[in-house]
């Protein structure tokens, strides 16, 4: 009985080995669909780093406003300039709320099916999108490097002649971006993450039909291929898990 039992297990294995790589060969082999997960590649990459540099200048600039207003607002006499740089306080902590308080999921599906409900160019979307997303929280990061610089800097770049911008320009933001040059790496790597709920706008539709034809399994992102609960539509989701 046992060495029967043996037997029908030493088949089993067999049989599965051998679709396992059929398996293979019609997800990456056949019609050489090995190509979509190359494309996917290059898409994640394309959107995560346009993405990431978006976010880089939006959250430049909001730390700037918010790093000067908690440092400078109540020693500004009045004037239109305090108003201004109250104005764009409210405005940047408005942006920071909402942005970090919803859903990227959200996010994202708001922009491409309202906002941007008449265009076809989804990459675009998913940069403006996650690129929005990402300047909110890189805010965060380099408004905490502003404020961990020692005022003394500032007082030494002033007495050169700076005024206040070219001293934020040349003194203070290049020691802040140095600062926070590792957190923004790990943003990069949870953007490359985030890149995946893409799949909410259909992203290269062509490829939802080599997944019908053929079952495949193994890693995650190659289940949710074959799912029903899910939509392949983005073949970059494959390259970003």
Do not use: H
């Amino acid at each position: 009985m046992e060495s029967l039992l043996n037997v029908l297990t030493t088949k089993v294995n067999i049989i599965s080995a051998i679709s396992l790589k059929r398996q293979f060969e019609i997800s990456f082999i056949d019609k050489d669909r090995w190509q979509l997960y190359l494309e996917g590649l290059g898409n994640t990459l394309i959107v995560t780093f346009f993405a990431l540099i978006l976010g880089i200048v939006i959250g430049a600039v909001v730390a700037i406003v918010r790093a000067s207003y908690d440092k400078n607002y109540s020693e500004m006499k009045g004037g239109l300039g305090k108003i201004l740089l109250a104005i764009f306080n409210i405005i940047s902590k408005i942006y920071l709320t909402v942005v970090r308080g919803t859903p990227v999921v959200i996010q994202i599906m708001i922009m491409y099916y309202i906002i941007f409900a008449t265009s076809n160019n989804k990459i675009f979307v998913a940069i403006l999108s996650f690129g929005i997303n990402s300047g909110a929280y890189v805010a965060e990061i380099f408004r905490g490097g502003i404020m961990s610089i020692d005022e003394g800097q500032f007082e030494a770049g002033r007495s050169l002649g700076f005024n206040y911008v070219q001293t934020m320009v040349y003194v203070i933001i290049p020691q802040a971006f140095k600062t926070v040059l590792p957190t923004l790496g790990n943003e990069f790597i949870v953007l490359l993450k985030e890149t995946a709920v893409s799949g909410y706008i259909n992203w290269f539709n062509k490829s939802r039909r080599y997944c019908k034809r053929s079952y495949v399994s193994g890693i995650y992102a190659i289940v949710w291929c074959s799912s029903s609960l899910f939509d392949y539509g983005n073949v970059f989701l494959l390259v970003a898990w």
